[in-house]
Structures are given as structure tokens and as C-alpha cells.
């Protein structure tokens, strides 16, 4: 269990997996390298205390999955990279503290149900 963490996920990472994340009470920031080209659903689901999203510039990521940050009641900014095309249902759901998304121009999908409980 991580305790008040910034987290940095390795340069050179390609993947961070399903529930990777899940309910990491501990998790403040974390901090995504342009190496990252594929996250799963719910990677970051119930990380209650997570603040911050950073998506390092030049990154390779084209989607969102369904639930990743489901439940992160305490996420205030997050800045998705340009290379973001679709964003997937309930990306977002009760993230009731969000005050600040960067929704990058090549955007061509926003689900509904992507801010649900906010």
C-alpha cells in the first residue's frame, strides 16, 4: 500500500494494467512518462486521495479506458496528453473535486456518462 506518495511511473513503461492501482489510499500524484502507449480499465479506480495527473508531453496514449478514474474523489487537475482521441464511459465518475481537465483537440468521443457524479 503506497503512503502519501507522488508516484513517477518509469520512462520506458508501455503498459499500466487493469486495477494497477485500484484503491491506493496513499496515491497523491502521479506522474505518467510519453512511454505509456496503453492503460486498462479501473487502473486508478478508488484512489480516493489522488490529487494530480500528469501525462508527460509527447506521449504516445490515444484513449482512456471506461472507469480509470472512478471513485478518485479527491482529483483536482489532470492534464491528458494531445494524442487523446476517445475518452471511455464513466472515465471520470464521482471525481467530485475535478476542477480542472485539459481535453485535448483531437478529442472525437465524449461519452455522457463521462463526468457522471460530479
Do not use: H, W
Not at 25 to 52: C, H, W
Request: aromatic fraction near 8%; charged fraction near 15%.
Amino acid at each position: 500500500m503506497l503512503e502519501n506518495t507522488d508516484f513517477v511511473v518509469q520512462e520506458g513503461t508501455v503498459t499500466i494494467f487493469a486495477q494497477a492501482f485500484e484503491g491506493q489510499m496513499g496515491l497523491r500524484k502521479i506522474t505518467i512518462p510519453a512511454s505509456v502507449n496503453q492503460i486498462y480499465t479501473a487502473a486508478f479506480k478508488d484512489a480516493a486521495n489522488l490529487e494530480e495527473v500528469n501525462f508527460l508531453s509527447n506521449s504516445e496514449l490515444d484513449s482512456i479506458p471506461i472507469n480509470i478514474f472512478e471513485g478518485c474523489s479527491s482529483l483536482i487537475t489532470i492534464n491528458l496528453p494531445n494524442t487523446i482521441k476517445n475518452i471511455s464511459d464513466y472515465a471520470f465518475k464521482n471525481c467530485n473535486s475535478l476542477n480542472t481537465i485539459s481535453l485535448p483537440e483531437l478529442l472525437t468521443n465524449i461519452p455522457m456518462s463521462m463526468f457522471e457524479g460530479c
